[in-house]
């Protein structure tokens, strides 16, 4: 649903934007996609889809449960410190 910013008509900020935010200020932290959904008022096959996207982010705790495990803007090093 568009919203309007000044004159322009603005489109709202895609859901996998939203979900990456999300994420990415809570690893570590589990979920159930049904709560995630609610919180970023978009539906749970969004979510579902988003985690079967991005399945190197997540780990399954449970049926219905998952983990963030890592966030897309992290780096990783390797054992010399290096990228």
Same mark, same amino acid.
């Given at each position: 649903?568009?919203?309007?910013q000044?004159?322009?008509?603005?489109?709202?900020?895609?859901?996998?934007? !939203?979900?990456?935010?999300?994420?990415?200020?809570?690893i570590?932290?589990?979920?159930?996609? #049904? /709560? %995630?959904?609610?919180?970023? =008022?978009?539906?749970?096959?969004?979510?579902?889809?988003?985690?079967?996207?991005?399945?190197? !982010?997540?780990?399954?705790?449970?049926?219905?449960?998952?983990?963030?495990?890592?966030?897309? #803007? /992290? %780096?990783?090093?390797?054992? =010399?410190?290096?990228?």
């Open positions: 649903m568009p919203f309007w000044g004159e322009h008509k603005m489109r709202t900020p895609s859901k996998s934007l !939203l979900i990456d935010k999300y994420i990415s200020e809570r570590g932290q589990e979920f159930k996609p #049904n /709560q %995630l959904a609610d919180t970023l =008022n978009c539906t749970v096959q969004t979510v579902y889809l988003y985690i079967r996207k991005n399945p190197t !982010l997540f780990t399954t705790v449970n049926r219905g449960v998952f983990k963030i495990i890592s966030g897309k #803007n /992290q %780096l990783i090093l390797n054992s =010399n410190s290096t990228i």
